[in-house]
């Protein structure tokens, strides 16, 4: 009788341990394994390949009449016919230049198409510290790369200038990358890709949406 009693009280004892660390498991599993959001179909579509002479980067649609922000340093020192747009179809564009932002690495340009585009919504402001965020784009060339992360800070400032905020960023940001959207999970933008810090991992910098509100058509 006593070692049946001991016995129920060992697997009693079992499962107290276990059901919470089971729990546990089960939360961490759910937070690692989120869903990807529904939109990020329609999302590739309006993120482009920005190509220079001297190199490329991500673009990104703003309106169906094919404009295109990225990354200034992107198409730095180029001339329009030197800067090719292409989109997720692989169809090449030429383009026109809009509006060159040195102070806040900004530029936006458009295709020349008689096509509409599919385009990007901007959020309204920044999303807070520790809301989950992702970016598409095309690191090193490769075509619709998705990567996700935290943001880990806001209104950064003297990385560019003292008049730039940037939103700090643990989504890695890598070469090709920069000039790409960065989302927050309702699938708006929140910046654009700028740069990783140098010789850093989950330390990326993306320009604020509310400096990309007052330029949109």
């Known amino acids: 009788m006593k070692d049946r009693t001991q016995s129920q009280l060992f697997y009693v004892l079992v499962l107290v341990v276990l059901i919470p660390l089971?729990?546990?498991?089960?939360?961490?599993?759910?937070?690692?394994?989120?869903?990807?959001?529904?939109?990020?179909?329609?999302?590739?579509?309006?993120?482009?390949q920005v190509r220079t002479e001297k190199g490329f980067g991500t673009g990104f649609f703003v309106d169906t009449k094919g404009t295109v922000v990225t990354a200034l340093h992107v198409i730095a020192d180029a001339f329009a016919s030197d800067i090719t747009v292409v989109d997720n179809a692989n169809n090449t564009y030429q383009v026109v230049i809009i509006q060159l932002m040195p102070a806040i690495d900004?530029?936006?340009?458009?295709?020349?198409?008689?096509?509409?585009?599919?385009?990007?919504?901007?959020?309204?402001?920044?999303?807070?510290?520790?809301?989950?965020?992702?970016?598409?784009?095309?690191?090193?060339?490769?075509?619709?790369?998705?990567?996700?992360?935290?943001?880990?800070?806001t209104a950064?400032?003297?990385?560019?200038?003292?008049?730039?905020?940037?939103?700090?960023?643990?989504?890695?940001?890598?070469?090709?990358?920069?000039?790409?959207?960065?989302?927050?999970?309702?699938?708006e933008v929140i910046g654009v890709a700028s740069y990783k810090g140098r010789y850093a991992d989950g330390l990326g910098y993306a320009v604020s949406c509310d400096y990309l509100r007052p330029w949109l058509p």
Not at 24 to 43: D, L, N, R
Not at 131 to 143: F, R
């Open 156 to 187: 950064r400032k003297g990385l560019f200038s003292e008049v730039l905020s940037c939103i700090q960023v643990d989504a890695p940001i890598n070469g090709g990358n920069s000039g790409g959207p960065v989302f927050n999970m309702n699938g």
């Open 106 to 153: 900004l530029a936006i340009i458009r295709i020349i198409t008689d096509k509409k585009t599919p385009y990007l919504k901007v959020a309204k402001a920044e999303p807070p510290v520790g809301s989950d965020t992702y970016i598409i784009g095309y690191p090193w060339g490769k075509k619709n790369t998705y990567t996700r992360g935290y943001v880990s800070h």
């Open 22 to 48: 089971i729990a546990v498991v089960g939360m961490k599993a759910e937070a690692y394994f989120q869903p990807v959001p529904p939109t990020i179909e329609q999302q590739t579509n309006a993120v482009v």
